[in-house]
């Protein structure tokens, strides 16, 4: 059954610039079959939000939010999240050694497989549970011990 979070803005880090703030989405109702959930781009808080972007040519990183594709991710129900809703081939990836990138889908790779705790907005690794995805504009895109830092909230946006 595909669950849908059309109202859902982006991927965002809450990091704290300028102390913002935000509050997490809400599903919309389910739609068609394969069990995704879409998070599409819309409005956005200047200055002081950024989103993950990824691409083939820059990986993934921390960028303005745009609205792009390259900041528009799936997350499906293997656990992975998918760069963009049109083109599905590639995912989110990581490994302590290979850090954060943007690699073809893999149903069986643990490496791309993501706990996501929307109690405390943490994309966790399921490979290594103690590891979560951590950003920051200085240090970028990252594998990092869980630390209940904002460097580690992410947030879904209505």
């Not at 643990?110 to 705790?117: A, E, R, S, Y």
Request: glycine content about 6%; charged content about 15%.
């Amino acid at each position: 059954m595909k669950k849908t979070l059309s109202a859902v803005v982006a991927v965002l880090v809450a990091l704290a610039l300028a102390g913002a703030t935000a509050g997490p989405a809400t599903a919309a109702s389910p739609a068609a079959a394969d069990d995704t959930y879409e998070i599409t781009s819309g409005h956005y808080l200047p200055l002081h939000s950024y989103c993950l972007d990824g691409s083939t040519s820059n990986g993934v990183r921390l960028r303005p939010c745009d609205g792009t594709t390259f900041q528009q991710w799936v997350y499906t129900s293997k656990h992975q999240f998918q760069l963009n809703r049109y083109n599905r081939t590639l995912c989110l990836d990581a490994s302590v050694s290979n850090g954060i990138r943007l690699q073809p889908c893999n149903d069986t790779s643990t490496f791309q497989q993501w706990g996501l705790d929307e109690l405390e907005y943490v994309l966790e690794n399921r490979y290594n549970r103690s590891m979560c995805l951590d950003a920051s504009v200085s240090n970028g895109v990252r594998l990092q011990p869980c630390n209940d830092t904002s460097f580690q909230e992410w947030w879904l946006w209505v």
